[in-house]
């Protein structure tokens, strides 16, 4: 499930685990007019979802308070440059002040939307930021669930190699493990099988004295 895919967020056909999340070009600002839309005219969220950085940082400039502001849907400046894959806005923004670990009305994460786009540079920069890994969104989706669900193996190794939670299932009562059998994802099944064993391996023991 890309984060670009917008007209199919909502859908999900196997009803496994659905995105509740319709970014769409309309609200990106990239709606088809007579008259396009200018950058002066589009919202923060809207730039910063295109990367616009030197936009962004002249509204910053003129209005320091935007930083953070959600737009309808809950979502701030940060959480639309991560649903995009802008990693040089998402480093702009972290280093203005960005709250890495503000979550919409419906409970989508920064962490959320990046994993769900398979975008492992800006997963593993807001893990970085101290986010939780494990945050659910509105139907028990995690970080890990969505980067399953997409087939983003990156972005699964990266989550758990930071301690990601395989035993948390979305509100459909699917796993990590079951969503990628489910999906078929057989590189994925291997990921998670490999992380399982290694977690469950015993420590070495002391070597015995040579008899």
């Given at each position: 499930?890309?984060?670009?895919?917008?007209?199919?967020?909502?859908?999900?056909?196997?009803?496994?685990?659905?995105?509740?999340?319709?970014?769409?070009n309309?609200?990106?600002g990239?709606?088809?007019?007579?008259?396009?839309?200018?950058?002066?005219s589009?919202?923060?969220?809207?730039?910063?979802?295109?990367?616009?950085?030197?936009?962004?940082?002249?509204?910053l400039?003129?209005?320091?308070?935007?930083?953070?502001?959600?737009?309808?849907r809950?979502?701030?400046?940060?959480?639309?440059?991560?649903?995009?894959?802008?990693?040089?806005?998402?480093?702009?923004?972290?280093?203005k002040?960005?709250d890495?670990?503000?979550?919409?009305r419906?409970?989508?994460?920064?962490?959320?939307l990046?994993?769900?786009?398979?975008?492992?540079?800006?997963?593993?920069?807001?893990?970085?930021h101290?986010v939780?890994?494990?945050?659910?969104?509105w139907?028990?989706?995690?970080p890990?669930?969505?980067?399953?669900r997409?087939?983003?193996?990156?972005?699964?190794?990266?989550?758990?190699?930071?301690?990601?939670?395989?035993?948390?299932e979305?509100?459909?009562?699917?796993?990590?493990?079951?969503?990628?059998?489910?999906?078929?994802?057989k590189?994925?099944?291997?990921?998670l099988e490999?992380?399982?064993?290694?977690?469950?391996?015993?420590?070495?023991?002391p070597?015995?004295?040579?008899?």
């Open positions: 499930m890309e984060a670009t895919d917008a007209e199919n967020l909502d859908v999900d056909d196997e009803g496994l685990l659905k995105h509740s999340t319709t970014l769409t309309k609200h990106r990239n709606e088809i007019t007579a008259r396009p839309a200018t950058l002066d589009l919202s923060i969220q809207q730039l910063a979802a295109q990367g616009e950085v030197s936009q962004v940082a002249a509204v400039s003129k209005d320091g308070s935007v930083l953070n502001k959600q737009d309808e809950g979502f701030t400046p940060l959480m639309w440059a991560a649903a995009f894959g802008e990693k040089a806005m998402v480093d702009f923004l972290l280093e002040g960005a890495p670990k503000a979550v919409a419906e409970r989508e994460s920064a962490l959320t990046a994993s769900s786009g398979g975008y492992v540079d800006i997963v593993k920069c807001l893990l970085r101290g939780d890994i494990d945050t659910y969104d139907n028990g989706g995690t890990l669930l969505y980067a399953v997409g087939n983003h193996i990156n972005c699964v190794e990266a989550l758990l190699a930071k301690g990601a939670d395989m035993t948390i979305s509100d459909s009562g699917y796993s990590p493990m079951a969503l990628a059998v489910a999906l078929g994802h590189k994925i099944q291997k990921v490999d992380h399982i064993l290694k977690l469950y391996k015993p420590p070495p023991g070597e015995l004295d040579s008899v």
